[in-house]
């Protein structure tokens, strides 16, 4: 059953039935069958539905982040900010796409050869429910300009959302079939995965999620995308203004109310400035961050996506406390609805859960370290490897730290960031793969060889 519940009261909203067998047969062939006709059509054709997709996004922003309110508690603010992003990705994949697509010759002994890049069919898409749309777009945009047809599960709490896309999309000019959203459950997923004429998947979800997805996968020979888990290290090297970056950080770690992937959900700092940085963090968490009104602008901390979430998160942190960490400030579940105080974590040390597990709430955990390659061991040490940031006024060696760090993705002086043309992916344990930018549109792709 896939369900809305308000995360502000948990009260029940609305049910919608899963998909029968009948059902998700009957939407992947339609997929099936429309992928000769799509991959037909001249790239830039493609390119200009994708073009018209994102003005229609553009233009129903204020209802869509209402959507994500309702489903999981996003604050609007932030809605509208994700359907920002979910512009630029489409209009960057209809602008560049063309010329990503491109043929590409190629030198080779005893002749010439080009490389073309197609499509390769019909393809399954499994989405979380912590960015309702944006993470919809990051797979979808490329694709369809790509010339792939689009079989969507969204997360069972995302209804709305999913619907709203896919009418988005037609509305666009994406014909019947190309893309089709199923109310698929997670138990019918190997089913359609041992299906021959779906021929990839693309994941965003939980470690465990893509772990099963991928095994999966592999039974049957089919490509796959994983953007899973992360646990991101800040390493805050030096700074100018104090003030600048306990707020800039902050806001960091409590964006999406801590639920997002590439979050910076481990704050290091060098030992001259850890006691500055942690007092001054922990006054800024509890004073600013208080509970309200996901729908209401001023709010600055919304409820969890669910009464289950906070109440995870919320063990969490009583575990870690349990074990030797020290609260600094917040910890408490706060009802009715899934919220959460805003929370300080520090001394937490190898052989505490928290010190390895992902804490998808807000919950910022920080460390101490002795200099420079103190840091690097503690973001290091870790199973994951999405993201990172490293902050401080010396660009070189801002530099010298990043490159020693193991992370898909690393920015400067700012943290959690995603932006359309920019790839964006992990290592380790963190998923496979590469979505956004230019490499966005390979994972899907058939580089055909043709010997001249």
């Not at 963090?281 to 906070?310: C, F, H, M, N, Q």
């Amino acid at each position: 059953m896939y369900t809305v519940t308000d995360p502000a009261t948990g009260v029940l909203v609305e049910e919608v039935a899963n998909s029968t067998e009948e059902e998700v047969r009957d939407a992947i062939g339609r997929v099936h069958a429309a992928y000769p006709g799509w991959r037909a059509r001249p790239v830039a054709e493609r390119a200009g539905i994708v073009g018209r997709a994102a003005d229609l996004f553009e233009e129903r922003a204020a209802e869509l982040a209402s959507i994500m309110t309702q489903e999981m508690g996003k604050r609007v603010n932030e809605g509208l900010g994700e359907v920002g992003i979910v512009v630029d990705i489409f209009r960057y994949y209809a602008e560049h796409g063309p010329a990503l697509l491109a043929d590409e010759p190629l030198a080779v002994k005893g002749g010439r050869a080009v490389i073309t890049k197609g499509p390769i069919g019909a393809l399954l898409g499994i989405m979380p429910w912590n960015f309702p749309c944006y993470q919809v777009a990051r797979f979808v945009a490329p694709n369809l300009v790509l010339g792939n047809t689009i079989l969507l599960k969204h997360a069972s709490i995302c209804p709305r959302s999913a619907q709203a896309i896919e009418d988005i999309l037609h509305a666009a000019g994406v014909p019947d079939g190309v893309y089709v959203n199923t109310y698929a459950s997670s138990r019918q997923i190997p089913g359609i995965l041992a299906d021959p004429r779906i021929m990839g998947v693309s994941l965003t979800g939980s470690e465990q999620a893509g772990i099963s997805v991928a095994a999966e996968a592999g039974k049957n020979l089919k490509k796959t995308v994983l953007e899973l888990g992360g646990s991101d290290p800040l390493i805050i090297l030096d700074t100018a203004d104090m003030d600048e970056t306990v707020n800039a950080t902050a806001t960091a770690r409590m964006r999406n109310c801590g639920q997002s992937c590439n979050a910076p959900k481990r704050i290091i700092v060098l030992a001259d400035l850890y006691d500055e940085y942690v007092d001054r963090l922990t006054k800024r968490v509890a004073e600013y961050y208080v509970p309200g009104d996901p729908a209401d602008p001023k709010t600055k901390l919304p409820p969890l996506a669910s009464i289950a979430a906070a109440d995870e998160v919320a063990g969490q942190v009583a575990k870690a406390v349990e074990q030797g960490a020290t609260l600094k400030a917040g910890g408490r579940r706060i009802g009715p609805g899934a919220y959460l105080e805003a929370t300080v974590l520090t001394d937490v040390a190898p052989g505490m859960d928290a010190y390895h597990e992902e804490i998808f709430g807000p919950v910022a955990i920080v460390f101490k370290a002795a200099d420079d390659d103190d840091a690097i061991r503690i973001a290091n040490d870790t199973p994951f490897g999405l993201g990172a940031s490293v902050w401080g006024t010396d660009p070189d060696r801002l530099r010298r730290v990043a490159d020693r760090i193991d992370a898909g993705m690393v920015y400067f002086n700012r943290a959690g960031g995603s932006q359309a043309d920019l790839p964006f992916g992990g290592i380790k344990r963190s998923g496979i793969g590469r979505e956004l930018g230019p490499a966005g549109i390979e994972e899907f792709m058939n580089h055909k060889s043709i010997r001249l």
